[in-house]
């Protein structure tokens, strides 16, 4: 027996190699422990028969059957084909309804040919419901194709044939817009969707008789706002909502141009009643999808408000000036209501919502609130008192530079264009005390850069531009209010001193770096002015403050390039 079983041994040593040579890999076998472990597990109940079950058996019997597999709508092929099919037949509606009658080739009257056109469109529709539990994506094609052809047949019988009237147009667009609504929902396909808000806010320039009367017009398009809106919530897709709110502010003011542009008062209550339906829908779909809305949307929204604000200021501008500026500031309330409204009851922030009220903010402020009602003698003034606004909002703890970059962008516009016109004393009105507002926003700018000095963070590049373009308004100050070309260059050195020894006080490499700017401007202004057009007596004399205060400089730069580490570095 010893013999046998080494001899067995051998044989299974050698059958082992020969697998490894070949490269062989044995079924894999089920083990006695995995089965084990298996059956200890609750709610597991193993069959003996599976030990003895070949693996071949259990191989096949996991492998799907072919036969039943869905076929996958995703590839290229397939939706290039659907797609063609689809636009094919859709050609053909369309020569049917409009490119026969032309040809004269088929000898059939205009309502039956609307007719031949409306039945396809049916059995179009019909066939792509039958089919959906096959291929619900692939099948949706076909009721696509379906809903074109009924929004074809409805503006040719009532365009090319004129036999059916603008009210009977009107009824057969809502209806097939309501059975586009219903297949979005059974095919969970935007495509339908698209039809639906396309179709229906084009009935006007398509239907006659419509345009030519405002009011109702303003009602149909209120309507269908307040319908894609409630639709908007009910699926759960802001897309909706978004694509009926460009089409209703740009569509609508196209046809009121064109056909009662007198009724201003009219296109006023629209606007406003527009982005009453809007805004409101934003802020519950918020609400009820507890969904926040993210910068990538946001951005979707900017434009359609952007266009709401220039028509409707400017046809507030046109007819009503003294109150546009602050109906547009009214504007800004309204959208930041919407804001406040989801973040306090769902108790977190929205960047999205937060970057939408800065932009607008933003415009509104500068456009309404600073272009506006500020008179120019102010704005100088204005402007200066901008940047304690930037430095609290920089202190702040819970500053978002992602949402609020359009806010700090519009106050550093406003303060630097106003800052180029005092430095370089060219106003374009007369300013009340024009002669101290240089050294003012000297003086501010240097508090500035003293607050943000030891921050560690991207606020330091800040102040680093703060100390530099304090230099420019103190030399444009001391240029300003002295009248005497040595008496500046005295200032000027007196600064470039102080600086200096300011920075060796603090420890601040930066700000003795900083002091070479004054040191060269007092340079460039000896050689450039004073040499050119001064007296004599003003040269030596430029030239000796030049010479002393270099000599005075390079004495004291020689302790602050010995300095440690500043602690603002």
């Given at each position: ?16 190699r020969v697998e490894r040579h070949l490269d062989l890999a044995s079924p894999p076998q089920a083990t006695e422990e995995s089965f ?395 300013i009340h005390g024009h002669r101290i507002l240089a050294l003012l926003y000297a003086v501010e700018l240097y508090a500035g850069y ?91 004399g430029c030239l000796l403050v030049v010479g002393i205060t270099f000599y005075a400089g390079g004495w004291l730069y020689r302790y ?10």
């Amino acid at each position: 027996m010893e013999g046998l079983e080494q001899r067995l041994a051998q044989l299974e040593s050698r059958l082992a190699r020969v697998e490894r040579h070949l490269d062989l890999a044995s079924p894999p076998q089920a083990t006695e422990e995995s089965f084990l472990f298996h059956a200890s597990a609750p709610g597991r109940d193993i069959n003996p028969a599976q030990l003895s079950r070949p693996a071949a058996t259990s191989t096949a019997a996991s492998t799907p059957d072919r036969e039943h597999v869905t076929p996958r709508a995703g590839g290229a092929i397939t939706r290039l084909l659907g797609w063609g099919g689809a636009l094919a037949m859709v050609l053909a509606a369309a020569y049917l309804i409009k490119l026969a009658y032309e040809s004269g080739w088929l000898a059939l009257s205009a309502q039956v040919r609307i007719g031949l056109a409306v039945a396809s469109g049916m059995v179009l529709i019909v066939s792509g419901l039958l089919l959906r539990r096959k291929d619900r994506h692939y099948a949706s094609l076909l009721p696509a194709a379906g809903v074109v052809i009924l929004f074809l047949s409805i503006y040719g019988a009532h365009l090319h044939y004129h036999f059916i009237g603008s009210g009977v147009a009107g009824l057969g667009v809502a209806l097939t817009c309501i059975m586009s609504l219903w297949l979005c929902r059974m095919f969970d396909s935007d495509l339908y969707a698209l039809f639906a808000i396309v179709g229906s806010y084009s009935a006007p320039f398509l239907i006659h008789g419509t345009p030519h009367r405002i009011w109702p017009l303003i009602l149909y398009f209120s309507a269908w706002s307040i319908g894609f809106c409630l639709f908007s919530l009910l699926t759960g897709r802001r897309r909706y909502y978004l694509l009926s709110l460009y089409l209703a502010i740009v569509g609508f003011d196209i046809i009121w141009r064109q056909t009662a542009r007198h009724q201003w008062q009219a296109a006023l209550g629209y606007q406003t009643a527009q982005l009453i339906i809007f805004a409101t829908c934003a802020t519950l779909f918020t609400l009820r999808h507890k969904r926040s809305l993210d910068q990538r949307s946001a951005a979707m929204h900017l434009p359609a408000l952007l266009i709401f604000y220039i028509l409707q200021y400017a046809l507030l501008h046109r007819h009503l000036p003294h109150l546009a500026p602050w109906l547009a500031l009214v504007s800004v309330a309204a959208v930041g209501l919407c804001y406040l409204a989801p973040r306090l009851l769902l108790g977190r922030d929205f960047p999205g919502g937060r970057l939408i009220l800065t932009c607008y903010g933003s415009l509104a402020l500068v456009h309404a609130g600073y272009l506006e009602l500020v008179p120019p003698t102010w704005r100088p003034w204005l402007a200066l008192l901008a940047l304690p606004v930037l430095m609290a909002w920089l202190a702040a703890s819970r500053r978002n530079l992602a949402t609020d970059w359009p806010f700090l962008a519009a106050i550093g516009l406003l303060w630097l264009v106003n800052f180029g016109q005092i430095i370089r004393h060219d106003l374009p009105v007369p300013i009340h005390g024009h002669r101290i507002l240089a050294l003012l926003y000297a003086v501010e700018l240097y508090a500035g850069y003293a607050l943000l000095r030891k921050t560690k963070d991207s606020i330091r590049l800040l102040s680093t531009a703060l100390v530099y373009l304090g230099h420019l308004a103190a030399m444009a100050a001391a240029w300003q209010i002295l009248n005497s070309s040595l008496g500046v260059s005295m200032a000027w050195g007196l600064l470039a001193l102080i600086c200096l020894g300011v920075a060796l006080r603090l420890r601040d490499r930066m700000l003795g770096h900083s002091s070479l700017l004054l040191f060269i401007f007092s340079a460039l202004k000896v050689l450039l002015h004073d040499l050119a057009d001064a007296t004599p007596a003003v040269r030596i004399g430029c030239l000796l403050v030049v010479g002393i205060t270099f000599y005075a400089g390079g004495w004291l730069y020689r302790y602050m390039e010995g300095m440690a580490t500043p602690e603002s570095s």
